[in-house]
């Protein structure tokens, strides 16, 4: 199976493209999808979606798995990941796909066996679960990763309700 595991964002949003079998994963692709500062909020969105739509196109994943939001200080960056977040779904849901939704607890817990890993030891468990040579940058797809191993974790009931 593959799967596409989405960081959300506006600025940078982090994607990993993972295939899975019998409990092993082949990385087929990290990076970003990256939007310039001062590009009106709008055109920003476009480039997301034409940015993740093109990445649907090239993998056709089986899952796609994003991250829940959580934020607790800046009301308006909220906002607007969450209207980049909704792109992200429309994209996937236009697509067929069902969106598996992951807090970073949960992504935690699946890659490291423990809900409260400190970001750097969330790192190096998704580069020994993938056999990178290095952690993967920037942050944002490193993350991505995570959370397309977190989906491959769960994916067999998240399949099965997909009816994929």
Same mark, same amino acid.
């Given at each position: 199976m593959t !799967?596409?595991?989405?960081? @959300?964002?506006y600025?940078?949003?982090?994607?990993?493209?993972?295939?899975y079998?019998?409990?092993?994963?082949r !990385?087929?692709e990290?990076g970003v999808?990256?939007?310039?500062?001062?590009?009106?909020f @709008?055109r *920003?969105?476009e480039?997301?979606y034409l940015?993740?739509r093109?990445?649907?196109l090239?993998f *056709?994943?089986?899952?796609?798995?994003?991250?829940k939001?959580?934020f607790?200080t800046?009301?308006?960056?909220?906002?607007?990941?969450a209207?980049? +977040?909704g792109?992200l779904?429309?994209?996937?849901q236009?697509?067929?796909?069902? !969106?598996?939704e992951?807090? @970073?607890?949960?992504?935690k817990?699946?890659?490291?066996?423990?809900g *409260?890993?400190?970001?750097k030891?969330v790192?190096e468990?998704?580069r020994?679960?993938?056999?990178? @040579?290095?952690i993967p940058r920037?942050d944002?797809?490193a993350?991505?990763?995570?959370?397309?191993?977190?989906?491959?974790?769960?994916?067999?009931?998240?399949m099965?309700?997909?009816? +994929?």
């Amino acid at each position: 199976m593959t !799967v596409l595991g989405i960081d @959300p964002g506006y600025a940078l949003v982090g994607y990993g493209a993972v295939q899975y079998d019998n409990n092993h994963f082949r !990385v087929l692709e990290y990076g970003v999808i990256s939007t310039q500062a001062g590009t009106p909020f @709008p055109r *920003r969105l476009e480039e997301i979606y034409l940015g993740l739509r093109a990445l649907l196109l090239k993998f *056709r994943p089986d899952g796609f798995a994003m991250e829940k939001l959580f934020f607790n200080t800046n009301t308006k960056t909220a906002i607007d990941v969450a209207q980049a +977040r909704g792109v992200l779904t429309l994209a996937a849901q236009l697509e067929g796909l069902a !969106v598996g939704e992951y807090t @970073p607890l949960q992504v935690k817990q699946s890659v490291c066996g423990y809900g *409260r890993a400190e970001k750097k030891q969330v790192q190096e468990m998704t580069r020994l679960l993938l056999n990178l @040579p290095s952690i993967p940058r920037p942050d944002d797809a490193a993350d991505a990763l995570a959370v397309a191993i977190c989906h491959c974790h769960t994916s067999g009931s998240l399949m099965n309700a997909a009816g +994929r």
